[in-house]
């Protein structure tokens, strides 16, 4: 079997290990040496171009059904729980809480919730809106198995590494949101990054009311492409008398959109993390489709004052 590995950049010193194991199986291996951003980001092209019969995708689980033969495999860790200790007197004043993690810990969820209920909590686990296939599982675009739970919790607890997936809950949820670093021993709550997200997005939504060219941003990446939802908003600006274009790439580079000064804002429609994560990378305001919404309201508002 002809067989293409994909490995995120932290499982990339593994690559040769794994290939070597798979030709001496009989298989006949090769590597992916681009970038992937997940399991929406699948190298199926490179496959189909070097004819593989499957693809083998490492670090992460299933997002969504693809045309082409792939094989998942899941990068699972077990992180020390001794911070769960450290955690409990931050969360002192909650009763019940709501739990979430990454698929890399996702195996301890029944540990860590056990914990909590042995020292008196009450733990809920929520479900993905449709991308996670875990309860409790969170990504930076499925934020489901907190939103969902957000009404019964009074707060959250996320154990696993870094900010970026407790990021992308934290900003669709209102409680109180603790993060449980087992890697750097941290223990913090992470809600004031809140109010930092909104100004943000109320300065861009601002910046571009005065907009009158707009860049839609398309990805074709398996699992990011929006097509549809693209040439709906450009038809919502050019309604307003705005103009507007689609801009197809796979990877979004920032310093080739900066080239195109004619536009004076874009709007993102692959993954929702790059409206909230790489603004900073281009020189005109970077919208959601929601935030669009908002700067189109308030032109459509202006515009009816000014014909009074």
């Known amino acids: 079997m002809r067989i293409l590995l994909q490995f995120p950049e932290g499982l990339k010193q593994r690559a040769l290990e794994h290939a070597k194991r798979l030709e001496a199986e009989g298989n006949e291996v090769f590597i992916s040496a681009s970038p992937t951003f997940g399991a929406c980001d699948l190298a199926i092209d490179e496959a189909k171009n070097i ?5 083998v995708h490492f670090g992460h689980a299933e997002f969504h059904k693809v045309d082409f033969n792939v094989e998942y495999i899941e990068y ?18 909650y009763k019940t809480i709501g739990i979430v993690t990454t698929i890399q810990q996702i195996r301890q969820l029944d540990d860590i919730k056990a914990f909590y209920e042995r020292n008196g909590k009450t733990v809920i686990i929520g479900k993905p809106y449709g991308f996670a296939k875990r309860r409790g599982q969170i990504l930076g675009c499925d934020i489901g198995s907190a939103a969902t739970i957000d009404r019964n919790v009074d707060a959250f607890v996320y154990f696993g590494g870094g900010l970026f997936h407790p990021l992308g809950a934290l900003l669709s949820t209102t409680k109180p949101f603790l993060v449980v670093e087992p890697y750097t021993m941290k223990v913090e709550f992470i809600d004031r990054y809140r109010d ?3 100004k943000r997005s109320r300065g861009k939504i601002l910046g571009s009311v005065d907009a009158s060219n707009f860049g839609i941003l398309v990805s074709t990446k398996n699992g990011q ?14 309604g307003l008398g705005l ?8 990877n979004i580079d920032f310093d080739s959109v900066n080239n195109m000064m004619e536009f004076d804002a874009f709007v993102n429609t692959a993954c929702p993390r790059i409206a909230i994560d790489d603004i900073d990378r281009l020189r ?8 669009l919404m908002e700067v189109l309201r308030i032109k459509k508002e202006q515009k009816a004052m000014a014909a009074r």
């Open 51 to 55: 004819k593989a019969d499957k693809l």
């Open 76 to 93: 699972n860790t077990d992180a020390p729980l001794d911070m769960l200790n450290e955690s409990l007197k931050q969360l002192e004043e």
């Open 243 to 250: 103009k507007a274009a689609i801009l197809v790439s796979n």
């Open 225 to 238: 492409f929006n097509m549809n939802l693209a040439k709906i908003i450009k038809e919502k600006i050019e």
């Open 284 to 291: 005109k305001p970077l919208l959601s489709a929601n935030e």
């Open 196 to 198: 930092i997200y909104r």
